[in-house]
Each structure stands twice: as structure tokens, then as C-alpha cells.
């Protein structure tokens, strides 16, 4: 069964520290990965997406890696901002489809001052 | 920008009216989606569309239609309101109905209460 599995849950990271969250899925055939943004109360606003040849991608702090091999991808945000804190959401298509989107459930990332 | 409107952000209907949730996309965009997003179940597709009158159920189409008469409009249908499907709605869209590799843009989202 295709799934994708995010970890943390949740996150409490002080001002101006580094986090790494995680997500590994089972989607196959693999098409790309995406990372999005949802800020409390709103709609998700994309940040990256990965095919199958890239391995990492960049977007101001936040950086992603995949590794289509291990099916495994990071999503690595330098020095987190109280502006950071939402839900980072993980989601895998399968090749070929159209409307088959697996999404993660998330991990809610909190920064404190 | 692209900009995905969901017409009502907060509606409150009680149990058994009818609901029209609608959405509208400012890019030309083929694909069109209504996602529901419950605490600890993440988004769920309800229907999806990837041309004008066509639409295909997602993975929760029960108690949901749709409507796509214009390309830029697709409208989410509740026949009869029930209290679980108290939610948050949200409407997507992207470019090129056949591919899978394009940026999905979401909408704000509309907070549903049914009571």
C-alpha cells in the first residue's frame, strides 16, 4: 500500500536553531516529492519539489534531500525563525497518475523565542 | 501569483441542508482539487477534475459531488450536511491535467461546522 510516514509528530525548537524532519514513504512507482508549508489556519504554500534524479534542493533556509534509493527524504531548516512555525507536510506521487497524491500527516514544527 | 479563492472561509449549516463550497482559479489551470483535512488524518482527496465537466472520485468521495462547468470553477456539494463532515476544505489546482510533476497551489481554505 502506498504511504508516507513523517517524523516528528510535532517539534519545540528555540529561535535560531537548526531542525531536520523527516519522511519516508512507499509510493512506488515514484514520480516526485514535495514539501509544503501550512501555517496555522491557512491553505499549504509549496516549498520544494524533487524528482527522482535530484537529490537536493534549496529554497532560502530550508533545504531538502531524497534519497529515492532508501525512499527516504529530509527537510533541513537553518536558523528557524519564529516565522517557521506551522505544519510541514510531505507529499509523494506515484508516476503515471493524475490526481494520486499520498500526503504525510505532518509534523507540527514550534519555534520559541 | 496564482491565486486559488475559496468563496466562504467559516460557515456554520445545520444537519441535512444543502452546502455549496466553491473555488476559483485565476491560472488557466487544468486540475482542480477538493481536499477535507482532519487533526491526525492529514488531506484526504475527495474528487478530483482534469477538464471542464470531467471528475473522478478521490479516496472519500461518499456524501461529496462536484461541479466543473467553467474551467477556472469547481464547486464542492454537500446533499445533505452531517456532523462528520465538520472539516476544513480545501481547494487545489495545477497545471497539465496529465502530468503529476507540477506545483499543486492551494486555497485558504473554508472551515465547515455542522450542527
Known amino acids: 500500500k502506498n504511504q508516507v510516514e513523517q517524523s516528528p509528530q510535532s517539534l519545540i525548537i528555540l529561535e535560531g536553531k537548526n531542525c531536520t524532519l523527516q519522511?519516508?514513504?512507499?509510493?512506488?512507482?515514484?514520480?516526485?516529492l514535495r514539501w509544503y508549508k501550512q501555517d496555522t489556519g491557512r491553505g499549504p504554500v509549496s516549498l520544494t519539489i524533487m524528482t527522482f534524479s535530484e537529490n537536493t534542493k534549496s529554497n532560502g533556509r530550508y533545504t531538502a534531500t531524497l534519497d529515492a534509493d532508501t525512499k527516504q527524504s529530509s527537510l533541513h531548516i537553518t536558523a528557524s525563525q519564529l516565522s517557521d512555525s506551522a505544519s510541514y507536510i510531505c507529499v509523494v506521487s506515484e508516476r503515471g497518475s493524475q490526481g494520486n497524491l499520498i500526503f504525510g500527516k505532518g509534523t507540527k514544527l514550534s519555534v520559541k523565542p | 501569483d496564482v491565486k486559488v479563492t475559496q468563496s466562504s472561509r467559516y460557515l456554520v449549516k445545520r444537519t441535512g441542508e444543502k452546502v455549496f463550497l466553491e473555488c476559483v482559479q485565476d491560472?488557466?489551470?487544468?486540475?482542480m482539487f477538493w481536499y477535507r483535512q482532519d487533526p491526525g488524518l492529514g488531506l484526504r482527496l475527495i474528487y478530483f477534475?482534469?477538464?471542464?465537466?470531467?471528475?473522478e472520485k478521490g479516496d472519500i468521495p461518499e456524501g461529496y459531488s462536484v461541479s466543473r462547468e467553467k474551467k477556472e470553477r469547481f464547486s464542492l456539494i454537500l446533499e445533505s450536511a452531517s456532523t462528520n463532515q465538520t472539516s476544513m476544505y480545501l481547494c487545489?489546482?495545477?497545471?497539465?491535467?496529465?502530468?503529476?510533476?507540477?506545483?499543486?497551489?492551494f486555497g485558504e481554505g473554508s472551515w465547515l461546522t455542522v450542527v
Open positions: 491560472m488557466d489551470h487544468e486540475n
Open positions: 487545489a489546482s495545477s497545471l497539465n491535467g496529465r502530468s503529476s510533476g507540477n506545483t499543486i497551489y
Open positions: 519522511c519516508n514513504y512507499t509510493v512506488s512507482p515514484f514520480s516526485n
Open positions: 477534475s482534469y477538464d471542464v465537466k470531467m471528475k
